[in-house]
């Protein structure tokens, strides 16, 4: 009875490539986050969304976009993929002022 | 530039000792802050929070102190248990929920606790 849950969990590709890790939660929170853990373990904040609605955008190339289809849903679509993308993608949700619930983590590797 | 410093990358500690685990941080507007654990192929879980309010909060075996002149915060595991050994991850923000959630994270501290 997974609370947040993202495929694939291993995602290995050709530089170039155009690829997307999904995201669902089913515990009714309101936001959702897209994170990144590089290769010097640093958690980094990409995106969040507020019931649908796109509420933190960092310093994240436009290669990276992230679509909401609804709120229990945040998915990560990466196009041109680059040596440089390759990490550990971590999806969060949580209530407004709650603590953030994490997904397991999607690793990504580029070749 | 980091925010939210763990300069310790690993620790190593008895069962049934105290752990301490360190974080420091450098944005004098956050004023809510978290502590994460996380093991192997998993994500992160929450752990313990401590707002700037407090200089302590206490749930069972753990308890963060919060020393904000000095900008530094601490987790105590007492006893430390073999299955507390995980990377415990420092996090930091300005107003719980009120940036919806932006979160700033140090990179980890490994514990690992030996029988």
Known sequence: DTAVSQTPKYLVTQMGNDKSIKCEQNLGHDTMYWYKQDSKKFLKIMFSYNNKEL?????VPNRFSPKSPDKAHLNLHINSLELGDSAVYFCASSQVNGEQFFG???RLTVL | DQQVKQNSPSLSVQEGRISILNCDYTNSMFDYFLWYKKYPAEGPTFLISISSIKDKNEDGRFTVFLNKSAKHL?????PSQPGDSAVYF???SVGRGSTLGRLYFGRGTQLTVWP
């Open chain 2, 90 to 92: 420092c996090a930091a």
């Open chain 2, 74 to 78: 601490s987790l105590h595991i007492v």
């Open chain 1, 104 to 106: 397991p983590g999607t």
């Open chain 1, 55 to 59: 509420i933190i955008n960092e310093t």
